[in-house]
């Protein structure tokens, strides 16, 4: 199985940065791709950015491009998401996400959400 640590939201003003961090941990096999979702009050889960651990193509939201960066390092089964020029409408809960091979065999797994809050 996969477990998921994240870290790294809290409460910031409109233009700050923040920084997430998804550590994913477990007897891994393979990781193809690593993620980050939101979910906002009062709507559906989306994607914001993910990265494919085989070519490092990366896909971004049109609400965040340019805004936001992933990156992961593949020695640590660690993705990042650097969120500059924050914006209230960023507020939400961020889930990291994880595909991956495991000892359980294939799945699709989820950390337990980190908090962002972009306010004045």
């Known amino acids: 199985q996969v477990q998921l640590v994240e870290s790294g939201g809290g409460l910031v003003q409109p233009g700050g940065s923040l920084r997430l961090s998804c550590a994913a941990s477990g007897t891994i096999f393979s990781i193809s791709i690593m993620g980050w979702y939101r979910e906002a009050v009062g709507k559906q889960r989306e994607l914001v950015a993910d990265i494919s651990n085989h070519n490092g193509n990366t896909n971004y939201a049109d609400s965040v491009k340019g805004r936001f960066t992933i990156s992961r390092d593949n020695t640590k089964n660690t993705v990042y998401l650097q969120m500059n020029s924050l914006k209230p409408e960023d507020t939400a809960v961020y889930y990291c996400?994880?595909?991956?091979?495991?000892?359980?065999?294939?799945?699709?797994?989820w950390g337990q959400g980190t908090q962002v809050t972009v306010s004045s």
């Open positions: 996400n994880v595909v991956a091979v495991s000892s359980g065999g294939p799945g699709d797994y």
